[in-house]
């Protein structure tokens, strides 16, 4: 609860709210159901329970800094994104970049920068692309996003070997079955799974979105 510095795992749909804080470290499944129920998802009456409610004040885009106004995805939409959309094959990767492996998405429209290559999907694992900080620099400026693999984290105890080896990212979806889980993103050296799970009390990692209208 003193902690003062950076926390980048988190228990599934630890917001703060309903008493669920983003430090807790329970190893008990109980202590992450919205609303005391396993059935609750991180939306509707219980969106509030989704980290981008109360954590999002130090994301910057353009001139919007709102409380509120950023979110995670659902397990639907990182399959859309990852798997269902026009081309979504194409438009992922794993990759090296300065050094951290993890997982590249591309945007809708996309045109590859000079002076850098992209290959798609998972042939030769994390050395599919391999990218210095200045050629992603050309990436992102083009709207590529890098999702680090930073492992995750049990208790008070973090995966070592799972660090920049693994990557797990939770969605706003819990398990439809014995409430133990929740979907994420998993992926690793050999492998991208969109409709992944990990254990609820598990620490993964989270990437925000903001929604945009569409004309």
Known sequence: MIY???IDLFGWGTSGYGGIMPYQTSELETSYYPGGDAANDLTGTYANN???VYHSNGISFGSN????SWRTLTAAEWNYLLNLRNSATS???LATVNGVRGLVILPESWTLPSGVTFNSGKASGYLTN???AEQWDKMEIKGAVFLPGAGFRNGTSTDALGISAEGYYWSTTGDEGDGFDAHCL?????EMNANGYNARPFGCSVRLVKNFGVE
């Open 4 to 6: 003062e510095g950076w």
């Open 65 to 68: 800094t709102t409380t509120g």
């Open 50 to 52: 989704d980290w981008g």
């Open 91 to 93: 438009k992922w990767a």
């Open 130 to 132: 391999t990218y210095t």
């Open 186 to 190: 998993m992926f690793s050296n050999a």
